[in-house]
């Protein structure tokens, strides 16, 4: 595979020589980067070369994109070629061409484009691949050779499909083939048999909804079932990620007709127009797809009523049906990079419409190097590189809604010139939300390289709606960010930021593009190049004016680096990037400085007074207009989220509502004034503006006025502050929302932290925040010249972690200003606190050679950079145009020098190493080359020559380190010194050794003392290294081999925006250099100065840190807890806190003293902002580094004056580790002027600590904590074993109290002294409060006592109560009328008798009046009747009818609620979580314990459980006073108690589907304690409601066993059974409860009957109970229907009024006694709805359980008989029907003598069995009638009280189980005509519901249409029950509707009779007349003789058929044969009897 051009000749070349001769032609071929020569052909206008140049294309075919640029120069033997012509020719015709040759002879262009007389011939020939002849290339798609994949994996369609159909099933089409679609299914031919379905919705999310601040849920419909999500806040795109399921029994071609609706609304509003967009499509729809799964489609949401209003959102949503043996589909969201337009679906009337994008590709600029110089750079060595290569091959790639167009490629040009247009293909309104843009590297032979990525936002470039626009953008320069712009060979590893994953590190170009849209249209070439005339059109906007960066770097602290110097550069594009050797220098970086450590934790830069500062010059397009709206915007927003922060911590504080609400309304009056103010208008002459400007401020005004009148509104409606708050929230998004820019093309600046040519880490700043504005000061960014704290990230971090990063490579403080160079005069402005200037600087360098330094033969020149490349004499510097110098050269010695290892610290350890070595193993050691040497093995003086430093003493001698792995003497052993990898054990290989040696030093003198002897010991400044690329330090030493020192020289600027850029003169020395280091000096020709921002003094300050203390650590030891202390920084120190061992909420009241800070800069500025204190909390670990718990960031409270009133409040300071929050600080600090003021007085000390000063730490007062430590449960094992001897340890405040020993959990987890007084001082406010942390610990064997599990109580506040406050006890009065009557809700108490009335208490008994007595022979029978009922009655009543009854099934329920029972109460949730039980935590809470990581990374967990609670009040200050009473009172016995739980399931309702089917297989596990009951052989199968009516009882031991857990679980039969879902009880919180919640209380006691009462003690005892538990007077009994009890008098009179009473009641007393416990708040009678939870997803619900649990204690004695809950059996029925005669009969049938008849027979089943039986034939019905005789037998099983038939059978033969259905008891009969040879007829149909069916006729003439119900005369029927009646017979009518009307086709005599199965055997009958024939005997039917099947009876046909209708044709016919037969004979006779006659013969 190759390319060849065969250069032929050239004609007309023009002649460039001046001396008479002609030019020198030389023709060169450019393809892919590569260039092909010819020969020279001297002296020649007109030359001939045909020169083969051949290309070999490495295996990639040519595309329709590639090219060839022919180029003739005119050779020079001295100087550049000079350029004769150019011409590009294209590659896509010889791709086409069948030959793949073409011969061209294009005319050559100049050097600007324009055409000349001169042509050039040329030969193009092509060898493509194999089999390649009819390939598809891209070009015509415009893609870029070698791009055909895609490394991130991203789908290339390179056009977009048409639309797939229209309407309601449209959508995008994907690019489908309309060939290749699978043929639906015609919808007539789907089954009409009715089957189960499921419908399975999963609604994903929502995107665009119509509105702002809306509160959107979505509702999903299907036949008429509607689910709803969740309500998702303030948001137009929520994210739900919900599926609803759906069963439906239908047939298919019911079921394809249903809608699907799904709606979305807004939650927020209660109007009409709550709805947003709606979306609806028929069933059929889903039905049609694959495997019946719609699959993440994007619906378009729309008004219902319009259409044509336009797209009101989308909602992404999957759909399937599930039918009986399908496979259920995984529902899998989409990522982001499918083609959404393909998977859209559209209303009706919605159309997509077709259209484009317009890319214009225009030109880029600064795209880094991307391909490796080395060919390059030996092509440079052996000569033959005629012209520097940029090493790029840039080319633009669009990507929207998965099509793919790609630009040209520019080889070997880092500032490609595309000027093409992409025309990226659209459908109308698009889901796609964002257009990427990636440039990217052509390579030949492997995968194209990433350079950046943008994407540009739909959303941002266009707007919605009626006032609209479509997206427009540009022109617009584009950036790109990605990783650091260095190549290097090796791979990146921040590639993923090239391609637009993470925040990009670097600039890495920019692109010049436009973009619009067209509609409508469809453009049939994909990139076209665009006119010369639009190229200069956009030159308007291209205009570059001069802007200047200033930088001043004020602190660099908690560096991280500290092996090497350190440097901060500052870019903005690529400006000021210091390596990249492609720009000119400029003083972008600071000078590089050793990192000094600050005495305590971190490392800093000790810039001292002397700051450094950058400058950046760059050119920008001015974009002011926009940038200066921006900041507008954003000053607004960042008030009012100051303003609404001020509000909440107002809430937060508890100010007063009027107060809060004031407040309130100053915020939205603020409000209303800053949207008022107009932004900033468009200025036609001086802003260049574009479309998208001009409708982004119409946008942007339009949203600020309806703010505006929103906010008006909400000021004088405004009721509810928190609802208001809300309102404001929503204001916030919506200025957020237009507070974006998206044509910013301003690159933003960039802060790297360098060390040697390492880039370390960065920070990245958008310009628009620095950038200065002279419009408006609120049109400045809002860090211009601000001092701001900038915390460095690694590359590739996450850019939201910065704070809470595991280490922090640094922190800066500093100053940043950008804006145009002619207002740089505002930055000066803004320097009032220091003085710049700039210095010219150059570092003097010297070798030591034998003890003497000297410059000769050095590796470096003796004046360079600090980095020792470029060389800077002193006397070449040239002095930039517009400065001068002000004074000679002078050493500026590096201040890092004045520090050293014991910088900041007052104790020092000086250690080194003696090593002695051997020549052979096993021989004699003996001293090693190197005598001593550090820890790295780097040689170091001897420890005898080591002295002592100025101001510091010896406090020792040199002693030898055996705490270390050594032997006895000290000796540590390897192989190799450099090799490491010592050990203490010498071996006979060992061939090295050391030993360390330490000694300690202490400071004696003064530290600034010594530091000034210090800095005036540098005198020649020179600082001393080993080696020039080693760390450089102060002092000399003995290994130093290497030295230098810094010089400056000032400069003063004479001309305002001159540059400051050094042009060096060239060397005479650099003659002997070669032409290899002139090369590189020429590159590097330029040097850059340094800038200072230089302070004259300091001001002096005092930082107090007041850490008081800490909760909710993250616990990182194994014993659950950490050991916590914290580091402080600020500026350049740090102080620690203790350690506090053993805790998550550590209490250190400590007060950190920062004296002596240097802060430089005017105090009232440091006052505004003062530097940030950065607070890091670590775990102490004994062995191995601290480990991080997390980090906090604040600002001190500055006092300029010591006698500043304001005081310091302690706060919580949030802390985050990563993304996470960490816990809370409660500290405050205080920044004191320390200059000519008096400081406050020094905190007091407790020992070397200073605590927290009176006023600032929290006001105490004496607090009593009432400990209520009842047990532990469930705790888990620790360290392998079991967990049975706990004690529990409570700290509060400092103080603790450690509860006794539990001796067994497993006997007895109670404590046996549960209740515990602490005496403590606790803060008054709350705010300050501390946690209580609970500490058990399992006591075992050897006095261990491991911590197993914690707690952390956050807050007391809920545990607060006031101890004056005692419940008042009721006297009894003397007389007890005086007492207010109780009576039932909405009744008024009746007047009733009393013990002191004339009425007594017998006479006032509840009196039944009987009813007056009748004659008995009168009503003998029917007395007799009645009770046969009544008794039939009370059978059908069960439990059920009580359950049915009270949800309301009155026709399941029966006549129980006629009877007046007691009905049940059914909640829609757990009991506990019922008002105003809440958890039943009244007497104790439970609190989940937890267990500190064991591993790295591994999540504490729940490991037990801690039964108790507190009570906090405040104590009497005088500690005489009496203690106020203890709040625990009367508790039980902590003793285990034996209990009888009886369990009872009712029901479960939805369960999730765990079969193919759609279904399950349900039953119930139930476990409590040991005790586990699995009925696995009682499942229930394929249902999802199934009715459980189970019954447990358990006999248990609370609490040792507490947690009662009821699953449901689905019976698999090969596999091992799944869990649906469970549920977990506390019984002990229903045992332990006041609310009584073991046993509901009944609404009546009854003795008897289906209402028995079932508690174990009767309502009196129950009543006498509660009064001594809550200590209440006995209650007081009148009689028995009187009862005195907390003060009310409950009459029974009152309570039973209108009642129907009936014989199971029990006494009246106790009656009595439950009316008044009915009263209280007590747990009644009821069935809870518990969710079930599946352990594989604990969040999501998998169905509900109806049940309830009766938990029954032993000792008050046994229960009575359990509730039968069994559910409902059938009983098993005969019903006989005797099918005797049919009459009217509709004669459907014609023979072939004309008659009408009908060969009838009759068909019966029972609705929901499959077998139909049918009666034999009667033939030939001639007048309707049919005479049958026949008995059909069905046996049914029947549930009486239900009134349904329950069916049990196998869905599909192959299925395992029976499914039960239970359907309505109906009879069909129909009537049939018999065909022999064609299908039967129908003629009619008879339905009978068995228990209300029509009364039959006794006549036929009398059974009309009128007896069936919905008869159109209106006629009432009467209906009868054949299950009340027996047996029933008569006449009923056959209609048929196939012509739409009711018509009688027949009647029907029939005989029907209900036996139940002991009648069946009783009295058997077989079906038909079959055996055994009896009850009653059936006879053959008398039919009439013209009843046969005519081809059985051929006789009969004769005679009955033929005869009958023929006979008189037949005897006529015979007649007629003898009369011919006698006149044939006569005529035959004639003759000869004539003759006879005649002649006589």
Not at 151 to 172: C, L, P, R
Not at 279 to 304: I, Y
Not at 560 to 576: H, L, Q
Not at 844 to 869: C, H, V, Y
Request: hydrophobic residues 35%; proline residues 7%; negative net charge.
């Amino acid at each position: 595979m190759s390319l060849t051009v065969i250069v032929v000749s050239a004609s007309d070349l023009p002649n460039v020589e001046k001396f008479g001769n002609k030019s020198d032609p030389i023709a060169s071929v450019e393809f892919q980067g590569s260039r092909k020569k010819t020969e020279v052909v001297k002296d020649e206008l007109n030359p001939t070369w045909n020169a083969n140049l051949t290309w070999d294309l490495s295996g990639k075919p040519l595309t329709g994109s590639d090219s060839i640029v022919a180029t003739v120069k005119d050779w020079e033997r001295v100087g550049r070629n000079r350029l004769l012509g150019s011409v590009t020719v294209g590659l896509g015709a010889i791709i086409k061409s069948k030959t793949h040759s073409q011969e061209v002879n294009p005319v050559l262009l100049d050097g600007n484009g324009r055409p000349t007389s001169a042509k050039i011939k040329l030969q193009i020939k092509y060898a493509p691949p194999k089999g390649a002849g009819k390939q598809e290339t891209q070009g015509e798609l415009g893609s870029a050779p070698g791009g055909e994949g895609d490394e991130d994996g991203d789908m290339d369609i390179d056009v977009e499909g048409g639309d797939a159909g229209g309407g309601g099933d449209g959508g995008g089409g994907g690019g489908v083939p309309r060939m290749g679609r699978k043929r639906k299914k015609k919808r007539e031919e789907l089954s009409t048999k009715e089957a189960d379905f499921q419908i399975r919705i999963k609604i994903w999310e929502a995107r665009q909804l119509a509105g702002g601040n809306i509160h959107p849920v979505a509702k999903a419909t299907v036949c008429q079932q509607t689910k709803m999500t969740r309500v998702k806040k303030s948001t137009n795109r929520p994210y739900w990620n919900e599926i609803f399921f759906y069963n439906v029994q239908k047939s298919p071609a019911e079921l394809v007709d249903e809608m699907v609706t799904f709606q979305v609304f807004n939650s927020r509003k209660l109007r009409s127009d709550a709805l947003l967009g709606s979306f609806a499509f028929d069933v059929g729809t889903v039905w049609d797809e694959p495997n019946k799964f719609l699959a993440n489609k994007w619906l378009l949401l729309s008004s219902p009523e319009d259409t044509q209003g336009g797209v009101k959102g989308y909602l992404l949503v999957s759909v399937c049906i599930i039918g009986a043996g399908d496979d259920a589909p995984v529902f899998k969201k989409a990522d982001d990079k499918c083609d959404i337009e393909s998977n859209l679906l559209r209303p009706a009337g919605m159309q997509l419409r077709c259209g484009y994008f317009k890319l214009k590709i225009f030109h880029a600029e600064d795209i880094p190097q991307m391909d490796p110089s080395f060919f390059e750079g030996v092509k440079k060595i052996f000569g033959v590189a005629d012209q520097q290569k940029e090493l790029v091959d840039p080319y633009l790639e669009c990507k929207f809604a998965g099509n793919k167009l790609k630009t040209d490629v520019k080889y070997c040009n880092d500032h490609p010139d595309w000027n093409q247009e992409l025309r990226v293909p659209i459908k109308f309104p698009s889901m796609c939300e964002r257009i990427k843009l990636r440039v990217r590297d052509w390579d030949r032979l492997s995968s194209d390289d990433y350079i950046g990525t943008r994407f540009l936002n739909v959303s941002e470039i266009s707007c919605p709606g009626e006032e609209g626009f479509l997206p427009t953008f540009g022109p617009c320069f584009v950036n790109f960010y990605g990783s650091t712009r260095e190549f290097t060979d090796l791979p990146d590893q921040y590639e993923d930021l090239n391609k637009g994953v993470g925040e990009g590190v670097a600039f890495r170009g920019r692109v010049l593009v436009s973009l619009s849209t067209k509609l409508g249209e469809e453009s049939d070439t994909p990139v076209l190049d665009i006119d010369h005339k639009e190229v200069v059109s956009v030159q308007r906007y291209l205009r570059r004016r001069k802007y200047r960066l200033y930088g001043a770097f004020l602190n660099a602290t908690m560096i991280s680096e500290v092996d090497a110097p350190v440097e901060f550069e500052i870019s903005i594009g690529n400006y000021g990037n210091k390596l990249d050797t492609s720009i000119d220098p400029q003083p972008s970086t600071t000078q590089p400085t050793n990192a000094v450590f600050d005495g305590c934790n971190y490392y800093f830069l000790p810039w001292s007074e002397t700051k450094p500062c950058v400058i950046v010059n760059s050119h920008w397009e001015d974009i002011s207009f926009r940038l200066d709206t921006l900041n507008i915007i954003l000053k607004k927003i960042d008030r009012l989220e100051e303003s609404i922060a001020n509000v909440r911590n107002s809430i937060k504080a508890g100010l007063q509502t009027t107060e809060v609400a004031a407040q309130l309304i100053g915020m939205i009056d603020s409000l209303i004034a800053d949207c008022s103010v107009p932004i900033p208008t468009l200025d036609p002459i001086k802003d260049k503006f574009n479309d998208l400007d001009k409708k982004r401020f119409e946008m942007r005004q339009a949203e600020l006025t309806s703010v505006v009148a929103d906010a008006t509104k909400l000021r004088e409606n405004a009721t509810d502050v928190n609802e208001a708050l809300d309102e404001v929230d929503g204001y916030l998004r919506q200025l957020k929302e237009i507070a974006i820019e998206p044509q910013n093309s301003m690159p933003d600046v960039v802060i790297w932290m360098i060390s040697g040519s390492t880039r370390i880490a960065y920070y990245r700043i958008p310009a628009y925040e620095l950038l200065y504005s002279s419009r408006d000061p609120d049109a400045c960014g809002r860090y211009c010249a601000k001092v701001q704290s900038v915390f460095l990230k690694y590359p590739g971090s996450k850019s939201d972690v910065a704070i809470g990063a595991d280490k922090m490579p640094g922190m800066l403080r500093m100053k940043l200003w950008l804006g145009l160079e002619s207002e740089e005069a505002n930055w000066q402005k803004e320097q009032t606190d220091g003085s710049l200037a700039v210095f010219a600087e150059t570092y003097e360098n010297q070798i030591s050679i034998a003890g003497n330094w000297t410059t000769k033969l050095m590796p470096r020149p003796k004046f360079t950079d600090a980095s020792g490349d470029i060389k800077l004499p002193k006397d070449k510097f040239n002095v930039p145009e517009g400065w001068r110098w002000a004074g000679d050269w002078f050493v500026s010695p590096e201040l890092s020098l004045l520090y050293d290892a014991d910088a900041g610290q007052t104790k020092f350890m000086e250690d080194v190493f003696e090593c002695e070595a051997r020549n052979i193993p096993g021989g004699q050691w003996g001293a090693s080359s190197v005598a001593y040497t550090d820890v790295r093995g780097d040689a170091v003086t001897g420890r005898d020559e080591i002295t002592c430093p100025e101001g510091w003493s010896w406090e020792d001698d040199w002693c030898l380190d055996v705490n270390r792995a050594v032997d006895e003497e000290g000796w540590e052993y390897c192989v190799e010194a450099t090799l490491g990898n010592y050990g203490p054990v010498e071996k006979t290989y060992h061939l090295c050794r050391r030993r360390r040696w330490a000694r300690n030093r202490f400071l004696s003198a003064d530290p600034k003392a010594v530091e000034a002897k210090k800095k005036a010991a540098l005198g020649e400044g020179w600082e001393y290294a080993p080696l020039f690329n080693m760390k450089f330090h102060a002092s000399e030493r003995k290994m130093d081999m290497c030295r230098r020192r810094r010089w400056h020289r000032k400069m003063v600027a004479e001309s305002p925006g001159a540059s400051a850029v050094f042009a060096m003169e060239g060397s005479a020395d650099d003659d002997d250099k070669g032409k290899k280091d002139k090369d590189k000096e020429d590159e590097k020709r330029h040097s850059a100065p340094r800038m200072f921002l230089t302070f004259e003094k300091s001001n002096k300050y005092q930082l107090r840190a007041y850490v008081y203390q800490a909760r909710d650590l993250v616990a990182s030891d194994s014993d659950s807890y950490s050991d916590p202390y914290a580091y402080v920084s600020f500026s350049s120190r740090s102080q620690k806190t203790e350690v506090i061992k053993t805790t998550l909420c550590p209490t250190w009241d400590q007060t950190l003293i920062f004296d002596e800070l240097d802060i430089y800069g005017d105090p009232n500025l440091i006052a505004e902002n003062p530097p940030d204190i950065v607070v890091e909390v670590f775990d102490h670990d004994t062995f191995g580094s601290p480990e991080f718990l997390g980090r906090a960031v604040t600002k001190p409270m500055v006092k300029l004056e010591g006698s500043d009133p304001r005081v310091a409040k302690l706060f919580w300071l949030p802390l985050y580790h990563g993304d996470d929050s960490a816990g809370e600080l409660l500290v405050s600090f205080e920044l004191f002027l320390a200059e000519n003021t008096d400081l406050p007085f020094m905190p007091p000390m407790r020992g070397q600590l200073y605590l927290v000063p009176n006023g600032i730490r929290p006001v105490m007062q004496r607090t009593g904590v009432e400990i209520l430590s009842w047990g532990v449960r469930n705790m888990k094992k620790f360290q392998l074993a079991s967990v049975t001897s706990p004690s529990i340890e409570f700290e509060v405040g400092g103080k603790v109290i450690e509860s006794k020993v539990i001796k067994n959990t497993k006997k007895n987890p109670n404590f046996d002294t549960p209740l515990m007084f602490l005496e403590v001082m606790l803060p008054k406010e709350e705010l300050y409060t501390p946690p209580m942390n609970l500490k058990i610990r399992d006591h075992r064997a050897f006095g261990r006592k491991p911590i197993v599990g914690i707690h952390v109580v956050k807050s007391l506040q809920e545990y607060r109560c006031d101890p004056t406050q005692q419940a008042e006890i009721t006297e009894l009065p003397d007389n007890p009328d005086e007492l207010p009557v109780a009576v039932p809700p909405g009744q008024s108490p009746s007047v009733v008798g009393t013990p002191g009335s004339e009425v007594s208490a017998k006479e006032t008994d509840h009196v039944i009046e009987m009813p007056e007595e009748t004659p008995q022979d009168d009503t003998a029978s029917t007395t007799s009747a009645e009770k046969k009922k009544k008794d039939v009655l009370e059978e059908e009543i069960d439990w059920w009818s009580k359950y049915y009854g009270s949800i309301g099934d009155k026709e399941k329920c029966g006549s129980y609620l006629e009877k007046g029972y007691d009905t049940i109460k059914i909640f829609d949730c757990p009991l506990e979580k019922v008002e105003p039980f809440d958890n039943f935590t009244d007497f104790c809470n439970t609190y989940d314990l937890t267990r500190g990581k064991t591993k790295e990374d591994e999540e504490s967990s729940g490991v037990g459980e801690f039964k108790g609670l507190f009570r906090v009040y405040p104590l009497p200050p005088d500690l005489k006073a009496p203690l106020p009473p203890k709040q625990f009172k009367s508790l039980p016995s902590s003793t285990p108690m034996d209990c009888i739980v009886r369990v009872y399931v009712i029901r479960a309702i939805d369960l999730q589907p765990q079969d193919p089917s759609g279904l399950a297989d349900p039953y119930l596990k139930v476990s409590l304690g040991k005790t586990k009951i699995k009925e696995n052989d009682s499942y229930i199968p394929n249902t999802l409601n199934p009715m459980f009516g189970r019954m447990f009882e358990i006999k248990a031991s609370i609490p040792v066993v507490k947690d009662l857990k009821i699953g449901v679980m689905d019976y698999d039969f090969l596999s091992s059974d799944d869990v649906i879902g469970e549920t977990i009880i506390d019984l002990e919180n229903r045992v332990l409860t006041k609310y009584r919640a073991t046993c509901g209380l009944q609404a009546t006691y009854n003795t008897s009957g289906p209402n028995v009462w079932r508690d174990a003690v009767t309502p009196t005892q129950v009543l006498q109970k509660y009064c001594k538990s809550n200590s209440l007077p006995d209650p007081v009994y009148y009689g028995a229907s009187k009862l005195c009890f907390d003060g009310k008098m409950y009459n029974l009179q009152d309570f039973e009024a209108n009642k129907i009473h009936n014989e199971h009641e029990g006494p009246a007393e106790e009656r009595l006694a439950l009316y008044a416990l009915r009263m209280l708040p007590l747990v009644q009678e009821h069935i809870e709805t518990r969710p079930l939870y599946s352990p594989m997803l604990p969040n999501i619900e998998q169905g509900k359980l109806q049940m309830w649990v009766d938990v029954f204690p032993i000792h008050l004695g046994f229960p009575s008989t359990p509730f039968d809950v069994q559910v409902r059996q059938p009983k098993s029925y005969e019903l006989r029907c005797i099918i005797w005669n049919t009459k009217d009969v509709k004669l459907d049938e014609t023979s072939i003598t004309g008659e009408r008849m009908s060969d009838i027979y009759i068909k019966g089943w029972l609705a929901g069995q499959d077998e139909k039986v049918q009666t034999d034939v009667h033939y030939r019905s001639l007048n309707g009638e049919g005479n049958f005789n026949w008995r059909f037998v069905f046996k049914f099983d029947y549930i009486p009280p239900e009134q349904v038939l329950v069916i049990q059978k196998k869905d599909h033969f192959w299925s395992l189980d029976k499914t039960e259905v239970r359907v309505p008891p109906t009879l069909i009969l129909q009537i049939w005509d018999n065909d022999k040879f064609s299908p039967d007829d129908f003629l009619g149909t008879l339905e009978l519901n068995l228990n209300g069916m029509p009364s039959p006729s006794k006549k036929s003439s009398k059974c009309t249409l009128e007896k069936l119900p919905e008869n159109k005369a209106g006629v009432e029927v009467t209906s009868v029950s054949l299950f009340e009646q027996k047996r029933l017979n008569g006449w009923w009518p056959c209609i048929s509707e196939e012509t739409g009307t009711r018509e009688l086709t027949g009647k029907l005599e029939l005989e029907m009779e209900i036996v139940n199965e002991a009648e069946a055997l009783e009295r058997p009958a077989g079906p038909a007349r079959d055996e055994p024939n009896a009850n009653p005997t059936l006879e053959p039917p008398n039919r009439p003789e013209t009843s046969f099947l005519w081809f059985t009876s051929p006789w009969k046909t004769l005679k009955f058929i033929i005869w009958n209708n023929y006979k008189w044709y037949i005897i006529g016919f015979f007649l007629v044969v003898l009369l011919i037969l006698f006149i044939a004979l006569l005529l035959y006779s004639i003759p000869g009897a004539t003759v006879n006659k005649v002649f006589g013969v």
